[in-house]
C-alpha cells in the first residue's frame, strides 16, 4: 500500500514537472514569436519614417505645393493605410504634417506597446497593428 502511494506520488511529480517544462518551452516560444514581430513592426515603422521623408524630399524637388501633398500620397499608400487617413476630419485630412504625425504615431512601436505585446494574448484573427490600438 505504501509502496502504491509513493509510486503514484512520484508519477504526480514527474507529470507536474514535465507539464511545468512544456508550460515554460511554449512560453519561450511565445516571446521569441513575439520579439521577432516586435522587430518587424520596427522595421516597418522606420521603413515608414523613411519613406515620408524621400516622399517629402520629392515632392520638393517637383515644386508641388505643400497642400497638395496628401493628395499625392493617398496614391503611393496600400490601402490600409489611407483607410487611416480617410477617417480623419477633412481638414486634417488635407494637413500634411498632421497626415504624417498621425501615421507616425500609428505606426510607432512605444515601450507601453511593446510590454503590452510581451505581457497579453492577441486573437489569431486579429492583426499586431489592431491589437496595439485596442
Same mark, same amino acid.
Given at each position: 500500500?505504501?509502496?502504491?502511494?509513493?509510486?503514484?506520488?512520484?508519477?504526480?511529480?514527474?507529470?507536474?514537472?514535465?507539464?511545468?517544462?512544456?508550460?515554460?518551452?511554449?512560453?519561450?516560444?511565445?516571446?521569441?514569436?513575439?520579439? !521577432?514581430?516586435?522587430?518587424?513592426?520596427?522595421?516597418?515603422?522606420?521603413?515608414?519614417?523613411?519613406?515620408?521623408?524621400?516622399?517629402?524630399?520629392?515632392?520638393?524637388?517637383?515644386? !508641388?505645393?505643400?497642400?497638395?501633398?496628401?493628395?499625392?500620397?493617398?496614391?503611393?499608400?496600400?490601402?490600409?493605410?489611407?483607410? !487611416?487617413?480617410?477617417?480623419?476630419?477633412?481638414?486634417?485630412?488635407?494637413?500634411?504634417?498632421?497626415?504624417?504625425?498621425?501615421?507616425?504615431?500609428?505606426?510607432?512601436?512605444?515601450?507601453?506597446?511593446?510590454?503590452?505585446?510581451?505581457?497579453?494574448?492577441?486573437?489569431?484573427?486579429?492583426?499586431?497593428?489592431?491589437?496595439?490600438?485596442?
Amino acid at each position: 500500500m505504501t509502496k502504491k502511494l509513493t509510486k503514484n506520488i512520484h508519477s504526480t511529480i514527474v507529470e507536474d514537472h514535465k507539464a511545468r517544462e512544456e508550460n515554460l518551452r511554449i512560453e519561450e516560444q511565445k516571446r521569441k514569436k513575439l520579439r !521577432i514581430e516586435e522587430r518587424e513592426e520596427k522595421l516597418r515603422f522606420e521603413q515608414l519614417s523613411l519613406y515620408l521623408k524621400l516622399f517629402e524630399r520629392q515632392a520638393q524637388r517637383l515644386n !508641388i505645393d505643400q497642400e497638395n501633398w496628401v493628395s499625392h500620397l493617398l496614391g503611393l499608400l496600400p490601402t490600409e493605410v489611407s483607410h !487611416i487617413i480617410a477617417r480623419e476630419l477633412d481638414d486634417k485630412a488635407n494637413s500634411y504634417e498632421h497626415v504624417k504625425d498621425l501615421l507616425l504615431k500609428r505606426f510607432k512601436l512605444t515601450q507601453k506597446v511593446s510590454t503590452t505585446i510581451c505581457h497579453s494574448p492577441k486573437a489569431p484573427e486579429r492583426t499586431w497593428i489592431d491589437f496595439t490600438m485596442s
